[in-house]
């Protein structure tokens, strides 16, 4: 079974200065696919960034870039130059084979003008 | 491309009663599911249908929820009685059979349900 943790509920950044949200998983799967997931008010998720667990190699997305710790099953997300929109609930996902996608409890990030 | 459409947008019932929410996947994907996020939470699967048919539905409360596909195109879940707990918003999303550990899945705007 898959499990994914955010142990951040909450968390705040200045504008344009960068903020990290954290999240850790529990897998026995060897190929899995990782997946931050931004939901603003209109609640509709938004992908905003994967990673496939067999490339080492972090993602990076625009001002979006992970750092994938895969022996530690860290997965989390930085976000540089934050802006306004950036305000959103964020969610950590993974998913195996054609499995379901397990989501964390989420980080609601507060940007700050 | 169209999104994932979605309705109602909101709704609130009293317990006891019946609620159906229905979904409209973009045009050409054969998976389908439905996603219950209670406030405070993590969405959590409730269904996955793959065209007309269940994949998984481990996770759907079947005493009272219920969901359908017909022709493997729109669904409508369907809640019957509500309970206080019910009260979480609905998202439907939808993926393309092959893509969706490369790209997640496109979700709607979801139901927000209430119920008092």
């Known amino acids: 079974a898959q499990t994914v943790t955010q142990s951040q509920p909450e968390m705040s950044v200045q504008e344009a200065e960068t903020v990290t949200l954290s999240c850790t998983y529990d897998?026995?799967?060897?190929?899995?696919?990782l997946f931050w997931y931004k939901q603003p008010p209109s609640r509709q998720m938004i992908l905003v960034i994967r990673?496939?667990?067999?490339?080492?190699q972090n993602a990076t997305e625009n001002r979006f870039s992970v750092n994938f710790q895969k022996a530690a099953k860290s997965f989390s997300l930085k976000i540089s130059d934050s802006q306004l929109g950036d305000a959103a609930m964020y969610f950590c996902?993974?998913?195996?084979?054609?499995?379901?996608?397990?989501f964390g409890a989420g980080t609601r990030l507060t940007v700050k003008p | 491309e169209a999104g994932v459409a979605q309705s109602p947008r909101y709704k609130i019932i009293e317990k006891r009663q019946s609620v159906a929410f229905w979904c409209n996947p973009i045009?050409?994907?054969?998976?389908l599911y439905w996603y219950q996020q209670i406030l405070g939470q993590g969405p959590k699967l409730l269904i996955q249908?793959?065209?007309?048919?269940?994949?998984?539905d481990s996770q759907l409360p079947k005493d009272r929820f219920s969901a359908e596909r017909l022709k493997g195109v729109d669904s409508t879940l369907k809640i019957q009685p509500a309970k206080l707990e019910d009260s979480a918003v609905y998202l439907c999303?939808?993926?393309?059979?092959?893509?969706?550990?490369?790209?997640?899945?496109?979700f709607g705007s979801g139901t927000r349900l209430t119920v008092v």
């Open positions: 999303a939808s993926s393309l059979n092959w893509d969706r550990r490369i790209y997640g899945y496109t």
């Open positions: 045009s050409g994907h054969a998976t």
């Open positions: 897998t026995s799967e060897s190929d899995y696919y």
């Open positions: 996902a993974s998913t195996y084979n054609n499995n379901d996608m397990r």
């Open positions: 990673q496939e667990a067999y490339k080492q």
């Open positions: 249908f793959q065209n007309n048919g269940v994949v998984d």
